[in-house]
C-alpha cells in the first residue's frame, strides 16, 4: 500500500495550491482518502476527507469553504483544492486511507481521530507567505 502526496510548495496568502494524492495497492472505492496537517511541535490534525464510493466530503471549520476535496478512481487520485489560503494553513499536510465498510467509514462530519486511519503517505510541505 502506498501514497504519495504531491503538490506542496510556496504560496502567497489569498492563492490557490492543489495538493494530490496518488493511492496504489489497495481497491480505491474501498477506503476514505483523508487530509491531515501538522506544523512541528503540535499534534496532526484533521482537514478533511472523502469518501470516493459516494462523493461526499468533509472538512474542518477552519478550512470549510476555502478546501475542497475531489477524486478521480480512474486515477487512484484524490485532490484538495486550497483556495484563500493563509498564513496558519502552513503545515505537512499528509494524505491518509481508511478502511469503510457497509455504514462504517472514517470519513464523517467532525473527522476521525488519527488512530482511526491506516495508510499515510511522507506528506508534502505547503508553506503560506503573508
Known amino acids: 500500500v502506498q501514497l504519495v502526496e504531491s503538490g506542496g510548495g510556496l504560496v502567497q496568502a489569498g492563492g490557490s495550491l492543489r495538493l494530490s494524492c496518488v493511492a496504489s495497492?489497495?481497491?480505491?472505492?474501498?477506503?476514505?482518502i483523508g487530509w491531515f496537517r501538522q506544523i512541528p511541535g503540535r499534534e496532526r490534525e484533521w482537514v478533511s476527507c472523502i469518501n470516493p464510493n459516494n462523493g461526499h466530503t468533509y472538512s474542518v471549520n477552519s478550512v470549510r469553504g476555502r478546501f475542497s476535496n475531489s477524486s478521480d478512481s480512474a486515477k487512484n487520485t484524490v485532490y484538495l483544492e486550497m483556495n484563500s489560503v493563509k498564513a496558519e494553513d502552513t503545515a505537512v499536510y499528509y494524505c491518509?486511507?481508511?478502511?469503510?465498510?457497509?455504514?462504517?467509514?472514517?470519513?464523517?462530519?467532525?473527522?476521525?481521530?488519527?488512530?482511526?486511519?491506516?495508510?499515510w503517505g511522507q506528506g508534502t510541505q505547503v508553506t503560506v507567505s503573508s
Open positions: 491518509t486511507a481508511g478502511w469503510t465498510y457497509e455504514n462504517y467509514t472514517p470519513c464523517k462530519e467532525g473527522g476521525s481521530v488519527r488512530q482511526t486511519w491506516d495508510y
Open positions: 495497492g489497495f481497491t480505491f472505492d474501498h477506503y476514505a
